[in-house]
């Protein structure tokens, strides 16, 4: 059949225009248009995902879809899809769809329903935008973007603590920005360009100017990333809804600050470059230090969602560390959780928002005997549990055992160590949170305990965490299939990194 490639150019524009667009009419519907909003958000994320799947296949068949214009002399705003975009589009478009049926359910009494979901939408069109950037300059727009759309989900209970909550999330994001923003003017000054291309853009030989640089830009990006010690705004940022929680950890922020550094240190340094200045080793050692110390932190927490966030600060920056390996199969490692993780932990918030929407639960202390009481929520924790921890055959253990051997591969034992801890730690904080959902009775009523009929919940929260928990076993027994996250890794470092 043929195809009209003259469309190509637009297809990245349009998958960018679905949730700006759904964004600007919702802010401007009135709060009773409760069935036309819900119907804008689904439709607007529908229409992404089925773009994001159309270009993702012409990728994979080794088509081209690139947009780019004169914004500034020498700066080009530029969108290009290529396969690693593809990976972070795919999982945002995704996990969008379901947040978005499951914030539905969530905020169905909630005021200001019309400014959050306007808020939400311009959020994923900012990640939609980080996915798709050519080069630095259009990633740095979307990236403070982000930041400005996110602040509002984060505040918009307008509670003492949202506010204060907001104010922290604020002054790091902005700080990361104005460091990010250093590094690049700093970067074109060196070097004449912010383009992204496979192998990078430096080249000659390492000087003090560019180590200084990648110190800046990985900061920068390190704040979003939750990278030790900018993670602080991270644990205060979960009194948002569980949906923004989500959104935070499985989808937007977290991962828009991971996936620049992968950027960085592959389309900007290039890893020959980076290894070879020696830039990659100190910080995959800060990538394994924040691992053990968002495990060691989960440990002593009570409220479930700081735990959950603690697990984020450790959980992300497997990424980093993946791409730190400098070889094949530990860059396949890391690009693969980029996946996986975004998937196992938004399970694990959806979880945490059905207990406190159903049961007014919000500390590990108070779950005893939910699992009966909420059995399929309880089973889709439990897997997502599991797979954090890394258990056969799930997803969690597809990463860890990609980058194990990707850290052998490497000469770097020590990796394969912070590993086996790191599960350890997993194992020490989630098990007990099974133990109470399964084995402990409960002895006291709920605390606000809401009976939804049939269901144990709510439809529109019951079935997004019971489709990702199926996707966490899927995606670990089928690893190996066409099209899964491990084979589209697999083919992003063949294609674009493989010397």
Known sequence: MAVDFSLNPW?????LATSLA???????????????????????????????????????????????????????????????????????????????????GYLENSPNRSRFFGFFSLCVAS?????????????????????????PLVVHRGTATALRAGRSYIIYTLSGGAVLLLGMAWLYAETGTLDFAPGGVVDGSPTPALTAIFVLLVV????????????????????????????????????AGAF??????????????ANEAGLLLPLAG??????????????????????????T??????????????????????????????????????????????????????????????????????????GMIGTPPLAGFITKWTMGLGALEAGLPWVVAVLLVSSLLNAAYFLPIVHRLWFRPRREAWPEEVRWGRLETLGWLLWPPVLTAAAVVLIGVFAAMPFSPLSWAELVVNREYRP
Request: proline residues 4%; aromatic residues 12%.
């Open 127 to 151: 990640t939609t935008g980080i996915a798709l950037a050519g080069n630095l300059f259009t990633f740095f727009l979307f990236y403070e973007m982000l930041t400005l759309s996110t602040y």
């Open 313 to 386: 600060i450790s959980q992300v920056s497997y990424i980093i560390l993946g791409i730190c390996l400098a070889g094949p199969l530990g860059m396949v490692g890391g690009l693969v959780h980029l996946l996986h993780q975004g998937i196992m932990k938004i399970t694990l918030f959806f979880c945490a928002g059905n207990y406190a929407e159903t049961l007014g639960v919000h500390r590990i202390d108070e779950l005893d005997g939910a699992g009966p009481r909420m059995p399929a929520t309880s089973v889709a924790f439990t897997i997502g549990a599991f």
């Open 286 to 311: 800060l990538a394994a230090f924040t691992i053990i110390f968002g495990s060691v932190r989960a440990l002593f927490q009570q409220d479930l969602k700081r735990r959950l966030a603690y697990s």
């Open 22 to 104: 759904a964004s600007l009419v919702i802010f401007m519907l009135p709060e009773a248009r409760h069935g036309l909003r819900t119907a804008l958000n689904l439709g607007a994320a529908v229409a992404k995902l089925i773009l994001i799947v159309v270009m993702g296949w012409g990728v994979f068949h080794g088509l081209e879809y690139q947009l780019a214009f004169t914004m500034l002399p020498g700066i080009e705003f530029e969108l290009k899809v290529d396969s690693l975009s593809m990976m972070f589009a795919g999982l945002s478009s995704v996990l969008w769809l379901l947040t978005t049926a499951y914030a539905v």
């Open 220 to 255: 920068g990006l390190g704040v979003k990333a939750a990278l030790f010690p900018l993670h602080g705004w991270l644990p205060q940022a979960m009194v948002a809804p569980a949906p923004v929680s989500a959104l935070l950890h499985a989808v937007a922020v977290v991962k």
């Open 260 to 273: 620049g550094i992968v950027r960085v240190v592959n389309d900007v340094f290039g890893t020959g470059f």
């Open 11 to 15: 297809l990245p524009v349009l998958a």
